[in-house]
């Protein structure tokens, strides 16, 4: 039987995979790609959460594509926004046709005797499985288990009388009108959901064991809002996203360089925006550094706004047990609840759960090293985006279709089959850096970084502009093959 072949396989319709997308679309231009996607919708991440306030915690200048610059001053979005401006770059760079949806890719072979791909899928709309083959191989799927977010096993969960929901499956039909919400948790989602719900809900209580950092920004960029009405579009978002960048990684640079400093003016800022005799070191000073997990963006101050009205406040306590009307917590305390959200996480997991394996054999991902934060050694054709963990997610995403985009046209004109990067260099750390509980819980399931350039991953943008944009792609790391037996590309 004769599979249907394509030159390029993009796994996943989200922010990335459209991304990816476009760029083929215009620097690989007569070359064939499609686009899997195991939801029935565009949009990843923004079409999957659903919850009260949804939005980003990155600035849409940056977040937003480089190649479609996002066109408005409000640089904080919600989920609705991003969805639609994903949604209109898919139909304007004519990649939407190129999706089909209900497709979850379960395992992916590669053949070095016929240099490419074998990618198995299950539609999940009819149940059957599709084979099909392609050239190069690109998941674009996060790095987080869409099916299921992380729930830890509460005592006595089972007694509540109310709903316990997760934010990552949010029923849209929960009425929390007039009702006590408890909300379990201290990170990004937490921090949105209080005071998203608190202008309904008769009181929302936010329970943490530890506090992380909070910083309050304008949901309107103010240097935006003054450009977009002097100049074209693109020219202000342009600026405004480089801006962005180097303002961001000034920041991440001084946190990680002087964090006691960075600590005590974050805490000054938020001491300044609480209620009068408020325990900020209580509920806003965390135990690590600036960094060492992600920042939570406030917009406009809502978070704090709703702890002055009344409306919402913060316990920082352990969770003992679950009761019929609420929440006990470890210091005695119980909490009254009508509603329990359970804000306590993602489940990591590495392109959409997919199998790898080359030429017969298992490729175990977290054995891998990885090149250059997008290739994994000794898989051939194989890459996938990861974006920041102290940026934006897009600004990384960019850069990496951009580099599969050259390393394709290169292979093309030397005559090369396959590519793959190989190391002898056991890698030596983590992929991700972070000390977040998502990231601890689920680092194993992602590759492995090596101790140096291009098997390090140093989270700079303005350094990987000039790795990805202008560096060598024949750097010696990667290993090129114009036969099939040429390169035969050792699997950890």
């Not at 977040?63 to 610059?69: D, E, V």
């Not at 019929?324 to 909490?335: H, P, V």
């Not at 750390?429 to 819980?441: A, D, N, Q, W």
Request: aromatic share 10%; charged share 20%; net charge positive.
């Amino acid at each position: 039987m004769t599979l249907e072949h394509v030159d390029v396989l993009i796994v996943g319709a989200g922010l990335s995979g459209i991304g990816a997308a476009c760029h083929l679309q215009k620097k690989r231009p007569g070359r064939t790609y499609a686009i899997l996607e195991a939801r029935a919708a565009i949009g990843g991440t923004w079409d999957l959460f659903r919850y009260p306030g949804i939005r980003s915690d990155s600035d849409m200048f940056t977040l937003g594509y480089r190649f479609s610059p996002w066109p408005k001053a409000k640089g904080i979005a919600d989920g609705a926004s991003i969805r639609e401006y994903v949604w209109r770059t898919a139909r304007e760079h004519g990649v939407a046709g190129k999706i089909r949806f209900h497709h979850r890719v379960t395992r992916a072979e590669w053949s070095t005797a016929k240099a490419c791909w074998t990618v198995q899928a299950e539609r999940l709309d009819t149940g059957e499985t599709v084979r099909l083959t392609c050239g190069f191989l690109f998941a674009n799927t996060g790095y987080y288990r869409y099916d299921q977010g992380f729930a830890p096993e509460f005592p006595g969960a089972g007694r509540f009388t109310g709903p316990v929901v997760h934010p990552q499956h949010w029923p849209q039909d929960l009425d929390y009108t007039g009702r006590r919400v408890v909300i379990i948790g201290s990170g990004a989602t937490a921090v949105t959901l209080v005071p998203a719900m608190a202008h309904a809900a008769e009181h929302v209580t936010m329970v943490q064991r530890s506090p992380g950092y909070v910083v309050s920004a304008p949901s309107t960029d103010p240097v935006a809002d003054v450009l977009l009405g002097m100049l074209p579009a693109k020219a202000a978002a342009s600026i405004v996203r480089w801006k962005n960048v180097l303002t961001g990684l000034l920041f991440y640079q001084l946190s990680r360089r002087r964090p006691r400093l960075v600590k005590r003016l974050l805490l000054k800022r938020v001491r300044g925006q609480l209620p009068l005799g408020y325990d900020a070191d209580l509920h806003f000073g965390p135990r690590y550094d600036p960094w060492d997990q992600r920042l939570c963006v406030v917009p406009d101050g809502d978070l704090f706004k709703a702890l002055h009205e009344g409306s919402a406040s913060i316990v920082t306590d352990r969770v003992d047990t679950f009761t019929e009307n609420g929440i006990q917590l470890a210091s005695g305390r119980e909490l009254p609840a009508d509603v329990v959200i359970t804000a306590t996480g993602l489940n990591l997991m590495f392109a959409g759960g997919m199998t790898l394996s080359v030429d017969g054999a298992a490729v175990e991902i977290g054995a891998t090293t990885t090149y250059k934060g997008m290739m994994l050694s000794g898989v051939p054709n194989f890459a996938f985006t990861i974006g920041y963990t102290n940026a934006s997610w897009t600004l990384k995403a960019d850069l990496v279709s951009g580099y599969v985009c050259r390393l394709l046209n290169h292979m093309d004109k030397r005559g090369y089959r396959f590519c793959a990067p190989i190391t002898s260099v056991p890698p030596t750390e983590p992929f991700i850096g972070l000390k977040s509980g998502y990231v601890t819980r689920g680092i194993d399931a992602l590759p492995k970084q090596g101790p140096a350039a291009p098997w390090r991953l140093h989270q700079n943008y303005l350094r990987d502009v000039l790795l990805m944009r202008h560096g060598s792609l024949e750097d010696g790391a990667m290993r090129f093959s114009r036969s099939v037996s040429a390169l035969k590309a050792p699997v950890a």
